[in-house]
Nanobody
Framework: VQLQASGGGLVQAGGFLRLSCQAS????????MGWYRQAPGKQRELVAT???????NYADSVRGRFTISRDIAKNTVYLQMNSLKPEDTALYYC?????????????????WGQGTLVTVSS
């Protein structure tokens, strides 16, 4: 299983970046893909997710600035990040949820990418 993330880099505040992550080698059905981030000294937090049906979820801190999208055929998820702020600086991790239901109970099954660094200068 491999989650290959790319697109990170250094950008000035107000700028933009586009992250992409392609998943390969996953034999389970993918229910959702997304991005999490971890800033120095902080816990990993959700940035955005998108389900196989196209339903999206965003952290309040990025809603309206970031857009998540997905190419199901390519098993690829994208994160368009606009109006970047210094507080967006973090290591961004690609995430795949290939969980399943057992009756009414959903058990997630997560895969993680290696992380791509986003640095926003003021």
């Amino acid at each position: 299983v491999q989650l290959q993330a790319s697109g990170g880099g250094l950008v000035q505040a107000g700028g933009f970046l586009r992250l992409s992550c392609q998943a390969s080698g996953i034999t389970r059905s993918i229910n959702a893909m997304g991005w999490y981030r971890q800033a120095p000294g902080k816990q990993r937090e959700l940035v955005a997710t998108i389900t196989s049906g196209g339903r999206t979820n965003y952290a309040d801190s990025v809603r309206g600035r970031f857009t998540i999208s997905r190419d199901i055929a390519k098993n690829t998820v994208y994160l368009q990040m606009n109006s970047l702020k210094p507080e967006d600086t973090a290591l961004y991790y690609c995430n795949v949820d290939a969980g399943a239901y057992s009756g009414d109970y959903y058990s997630p099954w997560y895969y993680w990418g290696q992380g791509t660094l986003v640095t926003v200068s003021s």
